[in-house]
């Protein structure tokens, strides 16, 4: 289905040893416990949004990478971008109605309380949800990191909707998991 569909079967897998120079430039972020408070949270499906984060931060890494622009921010950009610690389906009390417009700012708030950023990554976090908030990215790794988030959103809610292609999805996880070695 494609070298995009590939490298997101492939986010499912990764390991330091298939993935070893991403996972050097996210490896600090990854082993924090807010980060790996991720996975205590559903983003679609049985998906959690620590998954959800490392397929965005991956295919963000590969496609900086191969347009020349600077991976190591866009991947470290990417691993901070959805970092807010509550779950954005509880919107029954109207509290998180407004999540899609409020969570960047919430992000990298959080962010900013563990890591020294640079411009381009607070901008990469800031601006990963326009269009729905209107002000554009700013560089273009915050419009990769962008891009890769509605990607990767899309993917999860296919997986979601149809039980066939979440069974075809899993295979190729698996397969892929499984020429790791
Ligand atoms: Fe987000
Ligand atoms: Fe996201």
Redo the contacts with the bound molecule.
């Keep these: 289905m494609g070298k995009l569909y590939d490298n997101y079967v492939k986010s499912y897998a990764l390991t330091e040893s298939n993935a070893e120079e991403f996972f050097d430039i996210v490896k600090d972020i990854y082993s924090t416990p807010e980060f790996q408070s991720m996975g205590d949270y559903i983003?679609h499906a049985d998906i959690t949004?620590l998954q959800?984060?490392m397929s965005?931060a991956y295919l963000s890494y590969l496609k900086a990478k191969e347009k020349n622009k600077n991976y190591v921010s866009a991947a470290r950009g990417a691993m901070l971008?959805?970092l807010f610690y509550y779950d954005w389906h509880t919107a029954g009390d109207g509290s998180h109605r407004l999540h899609g417009y409020r969570h960047p700012g919430f992000a990298l708030k959080n962010a900013r309380k563990l890591f020294s950023l640079s411009p381009l990554e607070e901008n990469i976090i800031i601006r990963?949800m326009w269009p729905l908030t209107p002000t554009p990215p700013k560089y273009s790794e915050s419009f990769i990191v962008s891009m890769s988030?509605k990607y990767?959103?899309f993917q999860e809610i296919i997986i979601k909707k149809f039980p066939s292609y979440r069974l075809k999805f899993k295979n190729s996880v698996k397969k892929a998991g499984a020429s790791n070695g």
């Design positions: 983003q949004r959800h984060i965005v971008h959805d990963h988030d990767c959103a």
